[in-house]
């Protein structure tokens, strides 16, 4: 029989990647990678008219939006641990998003500054 130890060694989970439930194509790419400043991984459509599948990288997370029915839950959190919110939370507010006004919040684990996109999936930025 196989200790817990050794499957937790076989079968260890390096990187955890959200997907996001989105709507419309050019309000993910306005929202994700014009605001944001999130990059374009990859692009995915079975066939031209099918649903978008869209990779991109924010601060080091890999992040999955996907169009495709089922594949994720609208109105959906994720957390984001970055290196200095101050600074980012003031690039975010040079950059004027007509439909967000972050800011940071001190909590007793550290800082949190919440965004919710476009289709109701909340991003929580936070520093601790």
Request: net charge negative; charged share 20%.
């Amino acid at each position: 029989m196989t200790d817990i130890a050794t499957l937790h060694k076989v079968y260890a989970v390096n990187t955890l990647i959200p997907i996001l439930r989105i709507f419309d194509e050019a309000m993910a790419r306005g929202f994700y990678l014009n605001y944001l400043g999130a990059a374009e991984t990859f692009s995915h459509r079975f066939d031209p008219d099918a649903p978008l599948y869209l990779g991109v990288q924010l601060h080091g997370a890999d992040l999955h939006l996907s169009e495709h029915f089922g594949d994720a839950t609208p109105g959906s959190s994720i957390r984001l641990r970055i290196e200095d919110l101050p600074r980012y939370h003031a690039q975010l507010i040079k950059a004027t998003y007509p439909n967000a006004n972050p800011s940071i919040t001190e909590q007793p684990w550290g800082l949190d500054m919440p965004i919710s996109d476009p289709f109701g999936n909340r991003i929580i930025f936070c520093q601790y």
